[in-house]
């Protein structure tokens, strides 16, 4: 089965520096690579998500980048804000007996004003 | 607000009980998928029913059982509770039927379960 790993655990950046989050997968047959915001007690928000057939997918601040060779995606947010402070997670979509995410161990990011 | 509604926001019960959780995925969508949350094991799938199927299992334990209805709703059943079944317990949806990208999830607001 596929195996997720995500770096680092906790990033700690100043307001308007910008953020990067990297996934490593071991599954070359994924081709759905979604990142989710998490905040305390909240819900997993898809903020971004990329598919195999394109390299980089830009929405406002948040871009995500993929590297299918080398088998890994990354998150970028710029101009951080204090609002962007949450846990995030990479989850490739493993598509064997149907489409389950494979969530990584998270990302807690926080922004200090 | 995703679409996808779950019940209960809460439970608290106790060692040994039997409890249902209940999720409406969002209107239209055929999949639904369930995952437990807990802090020694992350975000873990458990779960996948398609249109009333069961499609994918992962790590869910035997005490543990699930089904979707014909319309399209679902309910996890757990039973025999143990303390370490406390845990948010989130379910997704995807697979619309009128069409469109097939593999993206949308979470529902989750049932925290607490086991004293």
């Known amino acids: 089965g596929e195996n997720v790993e995500q770096h680092p655990s906790t990033l700690s950046v100043q307001e308007g520096d910008s953020a990067v989050i990297k996934c490593t997968y071991s599954d070359s047959a994924s081709n759905y690579f979604p990142w989710y915001k998490q905040e305390l007690g909240k819900r997993p928000q898809l903020i971004i998500d990329?598919?195999?057939?394109?390299g980089e997918k830009k929405d406002q601040r948040i871009a995500v980048t993929l590297n299918k060779t080398a088998k890994h995606f990354s998150l970028h947010i710029t101009e951080t804000q204090p609002e962007d402070s949450a846990v995030y997670f990479c989850?490739?979509?493993?598509?064997?007996?149907?489409?389950?995410?494979?969530f990584g161990q998270g990302t807690e990011l926080s922004v200090k004003p | 607000d995703s679409g996808v509604t779950q019940t209960p926001k809460h439970l608290i019960t106790a060692t040994g009980q039997r409890v249902t959780l209940r999720c409406s995925p969002r209107s239209g969508d055929l999949s639904v998928y369930w995952y437990q949350q807990s802090l020694d094991q992350g975000l873990q799938f458990l779960i996948q029913y398609y249109n009333g199927e069961e499609r994918a299992k992962g790590n869910i334990l035997e005490r543990f059982s699930a089904q979707q209805f014909p319309d399209l709703h679902s309910e996890l059943n757990l039973s025999s509770l143990e303390l370490g079944d406390s845990a948010l317990y989130f379910c997704?949806?995807?697979?619309?039927?009128?069409?469109?990208?097939?593999?993206?999830?949308?979470f529902g607001p989750g049932t925290r379960l607490t086991v004293l």
């Open positions: 997704a949806s995807s697979d619309p039927k009128a069409g469109g990208p097939s593999d993206t999830q949308y």
């Open positions: 989850a490739p979509l493993d598509y064997n007996q149907g489409g389950k995410l494979i």
């Open positions: 990329i598919r195999s057939n394109v």
